[in-house]
């Protein structure tokens, strides 16, 4: 596990949630909103890219702030 600091409140090192990114793939009906297809990353279809952002997110657990995982393990590099 990485050393954490709130890069807003400073003052936060030790209460944050961990908040698991879980992407679903689909197509939507544009009329209605309703989901048509539920794809995998086995079965895209030509025109859908996978998803291709961070796996998690970090949330300080003072001051609410969510950002990636980077921004709070730099903070407690530069602040020892």
């Known amino acids: 596990m990485?050393?954490?600091l709130c890069p807003k409140?400073?003052?936060n090192r030790s209460r944050?949630?961990?908040i698991?990114?879980?992407a679903t793939s689909v197509k939507i009906d544009p009329q209605s909103g309703e989901i048509v297809e539920r794809y995998t990353n086995d079965n895209l279809d030509p025109f859908h890219i996978p998803y291709r952002g961070p796996?998690?997110?970090v949330q300080c657990g003072v001051c609410g702030?969510?950002?990636a995982?980077?921004?709070f393990a730099k903070s407690?590099?530069?602040q020892p």
């Open 16 to 18: 944050f949630n961990i």
């Open 76 to 78: 407690a590099e530069h």
């Open 2 to 4: 990485t050393r954490y």
């Open 9 to 11: 409140c400073r003052t």
């Open 69 to 71: 995982e980077e921004r």
């Open 65 to 67: 702030l969510v950002e």
């Open 55 to 57: 796996q998690f997110r």
């Open 20 to 22: 698991e990114q879980v």
